[in-house]
């Protein structure tokens, strides 16, 4: 199993934005499919946005479609999630996760977490 | 959207008891079902991938099933450090969903 760490989380005002980042180690990143999932304090889960391998697929879930851009930088096993326009329903928890195993299209099933970073949008 | 159903949100239990767990997606989402733990101020854990196969790494005593869109998560006997919230999750179709989760209490 991989290591992530996530960064860039904080305060921020709504409409504002943020750049998440998720520094991954320990596996080959540019063979796995990434995924970004959040959790509202106290609550349950939401997937947020997924990226295949290569990065030549890209989902988001309706809540983030046209304010959020999963990206990645391979040669840098590096994550990111650009958030624009945030609102107060955007404050969670983000963390980004791996896929179980190296499959071309992703198999969304995720083995590897990381510790998260709190995003909390608010005047 | 297919929408994943855990009953019940609470679940009381003592160590050494048998614990069942259950998820119900709203449609067929065929074996594509996995299964997390998560402790406070952690992140989940992978326990059940594909309804039935246990990730790497985890004790036998939990086992997944699955009958047409009813999961079951079982903990045949619980340990202390099972204690925590459980979270299915489909990847059958987009979006991924995630079950609300239930607890596990002592």
């Known amino acids: 199993e991989g290591q992530l760490l996530e960064s860039g989380g904080g305060l921020v005002q709504p409409g504002g934005s943020l750049r998440l980042s998720c520094a991954a180690s320990r596996f080959t990143f540019n063979n796995y499919a990434m995924t970004w999932v959040r959790q509202t304090p106290g609550k349950g889960l939401e997937w947020v946005s997924s990226?295949?391998?290569?990065?030549?697929?890209?989902t988001y879930a309706d809540s983030v479609k046209g304010r959020f851009t999963i990206s990645r930088d391979n040669s840098k096993n590096t994550l990111h999630l650009q958030m624009n326009s945030l609102r107060a329903e955007d404050t969670a928890v983000y963390y980004c996760?791996?896929?179980?195993?190296?499959?071309?299209?992703?198999?969304?099933?995720?083995?590897?977490w990381g510790h998260g970073t709190l995003v909390t949008v608010s005047s | 959207e297919i929408v994943l159903t855990q009953s019940p949100a609470t679940l009381s239990l003592s160590p050494g008891e048998r614990a069942t767990l259950s998820c119900r997606a709203s449609q067929s989402i065929n074996i594509y079902l996995a299964w997390y733990q998560q402790k406070p101020g952690l992140a989940p854990r992978l326990l059940i991938y594909?309804?039935?196969n246990r990730a790497t790494g985890i004790p036998a005593r939990f086992s997944g099933s699955a009958s047409g869109t009813d999961f079951t998560l079982t903990i045949s006997s619980l340990e202390p450090e099972d204690f925590a919230v459980y979270y299915c999750?489909?990847?059958?179709?987009?979006?991924?969903?995630f079950g609300g989760g239930t607890m596990v209490e002592l």
């Open positions: 594909d309804a039935y």
């Open positions: 999750q489909q990847r059958n179709s987009w979006p991924l969903t």
């Open positions: 990226i295949t391998n290569n990065g030549d697929r890209r």
């Open positions: 996760a791996k896929d179980r195993i190296p499959e071309y299209g992703g198999i969304w099933t995720f083995d590897s």
